[in-house]
């Protein structure tokens, strides 16, 4: 092998040592919908699902929700105090098919010869290139949606939904992204659909 070969193969070899895994994170299209007063009562709410599933993985988008409400002044209903409001939670999260990425190092290779003499000379070139690294990750769509109930009468006063597309299996990341959209400026604009970055 050639010094030069030689070099760019140790060279791409240790920008591939230095690539991490990541995700990449759409923006989050988000829909509120309330009765166009203001929710200006900050009282004790309780989280939970809609429907009767309960997972590690609901859990972590109950936690995001919680957070987000605590941070409104909303306090976190325990399990022996009525609490004024319910916060119904619900996510779903589907793989919508995989992409491979493009490759983040290329190589190429490449030779040439020259032909001398008395008469002038020939030069031929040619080169190759290929792409090293690249992976294939799986795409998925994940949603979040709350319903904000009154106990009292079981009366809805606040819904939501936000949705996002992410290359990368990252949960606990997409949770808390999905949460944080969903309740940036409550309670929003009614009926209205705005795009979160």
Not at 14 to 37: E, F, K, S
Not at 104 to 124: A, D, L, T
Not at 162 to 185: C, I, M, W, Y
Request: proline share 5%; hydrophobic share 35%; net charge positive.
């Amino acid at each position: 092998m050639t010094k030069p070969f030689t070099l760019a193969l140790l060279a791409g070899a240790a920008l591939l040592g230095g690539c991490t895994a990541t995700t990449r994170n759409g923006p989050i299209d988000v829909t509120r919908y309330h009765l166009g007063q203001p929710i200006t009562e900050r009282t004790t709410v309780a989280i939970e699902p809609i429907g009767a599933t309960v997972s590690p993985e609901y859990q972590l988008y109950a936690d995001a929700v919680a957070i987000e409400l605590q941070r409104l002044g909303y306090v976190k209903g325990g399990v022996d105090m009525q609490s004024g409001y319910i916060a119904a939670v619900g996510f779903t999260r589907m793989s919508r098919g995989a992409y491979r990425e493009r490759p983040p190092v290329s190589i190429g290779i490449g030779g040439g010869s020259y032909g001398g003499g008395y008469r002038g000379g020939v030069g031929v070139g040619g080169g190759v290139s290929f792409g090293v690294g690249g992976k294939t990750r799986e795409l998925y769509v994940s949603e979040l949606s709350v319903q904000l109930r009154r106990r009292s009468d079981n009366s809805t006063i606040w819904e939501g939904k936000a949705v996002t597309e992410s290359a990368g299996d990252q949960p606990v990341e997409t949770a808390g992204r999905l949460a944080r959209a969903l309740f940036k400026g409550f309670p929003g604009e009614s009926g209205v659909t705005i795009t979160v970055k």
